[in-house]
């Protein structure tokens, strides 16, 4: 019987792109697959004729030839698929050439338990990584600081040195997979390769155990840590401290610990990456007459801001180079001051007296802001009227 042409098996054109073969040979092979369609043999056939044009098409100098010469290109020792075994052709399902195997690992790594990882050796049983979350002021934020931590984690056990076996012993070689990690099984014309139940993929198992961590090769404890904090960090900045993680188990590497910093709340500055900000409250005689103000600055210094005559709510003043440390440079932000002029309280009968004499004498303009809102306010009032 001859064999069907591999494009009509895909039920593509014979232009069509990398793309459009292996989205239709992933639709075919889910449809025909040999565990969806459990005894079968049809479907087990179609499934190894639509994997076998897949195979062939895929791989551009194949499927060149396959352009030029039909199935003869893989028959008889001829072309680039000689030796691949009978027709040419040969289902690998292991090797590192990816191809099938990539897409065998990506449609039914789950649904068939996976293939575990490619190379053998089993699991690592690297420890786990831990975060650790550091509050911080915004003052040590500015000019850096070595703080010290306390983590409950793991850590390998002196007992065994991290083995898992008690003094004196080894771990063995585990009989059920003879140290691979790895065992397989047949499952129709598949071989399935799963990772061992009886050492977990780590290929050894523990014949007498650890009393003091049993068995596991490590045990519960608080580390004490000293961590530095560079200038300049944000919120939300993360520290990573290799190895200071979980202990691995049984002597495997110790996972890596992440240090995530929060800002505290600063009772005067704001902060705005590299810049800071700064209310300042101006008296009102300060704020019209004109005059300074001395303010903080994140460095632990003062810095005197002249304020002009006529200085309103919310106008800011900008000093360079005095806010916040970049982080790995030598330079700095800017500072900016947000004047908040202050009404006076709390008035004396005399100073009442005075500010009325003031407000009497006021000339026009000497209030441009609030003249110019009412005046507003009137013309609206005006063209109701009309």
């Known amino acids: 019987m001859a064999k069907q042409d591999y494009y009509e098996l895909l039920g593509v054109a014979k232009s069509a792109s990398a793309d459009e ?21 049809d479907a087990e056939q179609k499934f190894k004729e639509i994997s076998e044009a897949y195979e062939v098409l895929k791989d551009d100098q194949k499927r060149a030839a396959y352009d030029r010469f039909g199935h003869a290109a893989f028959e008889g020792g001829r ?6 075994g009978a027709g040419g052709f040969n289902f690998d399902f292991g090797g590192g050439g990816g191809g099938f195997a990539d897409i065998f690992d990506e449609m039914f790594g789950e649904f068939m338990g996976g293939r575990g990882g490619r190379g053998g050796g089993g699991v690592s049983g690297r420890g786990q990584d831990l975060r650790y979350n550091l509050e911080i002021s915004l003052e040590d934020a500015f000019k850096g600081t070595q703080t010290t931590i306390r983590v409950p984690t793991t850590v390998q056990c002196d007992s065994c040195s991290g083995s898992g076996a008690a003094a004196g012993t080894q771990p063995i070689t585990c009989p059920t997979c003879q140290g691979h990690g790895k065992v397989r099984a047949q499952q129709g014309f598949f071989t399935i390769e799963r990772t061992c139940p009886g ?10 155990a650890c009393k003091n961590c049993g068995g596991s090769g490590r045990l519960r404890k608080e580390k004490t840590l000293q961590v530095n904090i ?30 995530f910093l929060a ?6 500055f704001q902060r705005d990456g590299a810049n800071i900000h700064c209310r300042v409250p101006i008296p009102m005689t300060t704020a019209a007459l004109g005059g300074s103000v001395e303010v903080p600055t994140i460095d632990g210094t003062r810095t005197k801001v002249t304020v002009p005559p006529g200085t309103q709510s919310g106008h800011q003043f900008r000093i360079k180079s005095k806010g916040m440390s970049v982080l790995r440079s030598a330079q700095r932000g800017d500072m900016y001051i947000q004047a908040v002029v202050e009404t006076p309280v709390n008035l004396t009968k005399r100073q009442q007296e005075l500010l009325r004499e003031f407000e009497g004498a006021a000339k026009e303009g000497s209030n441009p802001q609030s003249e110019g809102f009412f005046a507003k ?9 009309d």
């Open 21 to 41: 073969l292996k989205k239709a040979y992933r639709k075919m092979a889910m449809q025909y697959h040999p565990d969806r369609n459990q005894g079968d043999k």
């Open 79 to 84: 072309g680039p698929g000689a030796g691949a």
């Open 199 to 208: 050492c977990h993929g780590a290929g050894k198992v523990i014949k007498d």
């Open 230 to 259: 560079p200038s300049g960090v944000e919120d939300g900045t993360r520290i990573r401290l290799a190895g200071e993680g979980e202990a691995g188990l049984r002597g495997a590497p110790a996972g890596d610990l992440y240090i």
């Open 263 to 268: 800002l505290a709340p600063h009772p005067i």
């Open 377 to 385: 306010v009137k013309e609206l009032w005006e063209d109701l009227k």
